[in-house]
């Protein structure tokens, strides 16, 4: 099981851009799911987060520019990010807790993380 995050890039200011999260291997449950964020000098930090029910939560510095949403029969999940600042600037990663199977076997859930993605946007 593996999550591979995907759609950096370099944008100007209030420009979009949306990132993709894809969960591979032998799934059996993806539960909640979450994009983090780490700028150069600064720690990791929450940006959105999404249940399996789909109720989602935002960091308040990307609450009504951002929206996390996910594709549950695609095994992704997205970030769309409108009205990007410079600010935004960082590699983004996907986080999340999934359950794998093995045969009949389904493993407790485990947590894992994709590899990041550089946003930079021009001011």
């Known amino acids: 099981v593996q999550l591979q995050a995907f759609g950096g890039g370099l944008v100007q200011a209030g420009g979009s851009l949306r990132l993709s999260c894809v969960a591979s291997?032998?799934?059996?449950?993806?539960?909640?799911m979450g994009w983090y964020r780490q700028a150069p000098g600064k720690e990791r930090e929450l940006v959105a987060s999404i249940t399996s029910g789909s109720r989602t939560n935002y960091a308040d510095s990307v609450k009504g520019r951002f929206t996390i949403s996910r594709d549950n029969a695609k095994n992704t999940v997205y970030l769309q990010m409108n009205s990007l600042k410079p600010e935004d600037t960082a590699v983004y990663y996907c986080n999340g807790d999934l359950m794998g199977i093995s045969g009949a076997v389904v493993s407790r859930p485990r947590n894992y993380w994709g590899q990041g993605t550089q946003v930079t946007v021009s001011s």
């Open positions: 291997g032998n799934i059996f449950r993806i539960n909640d």
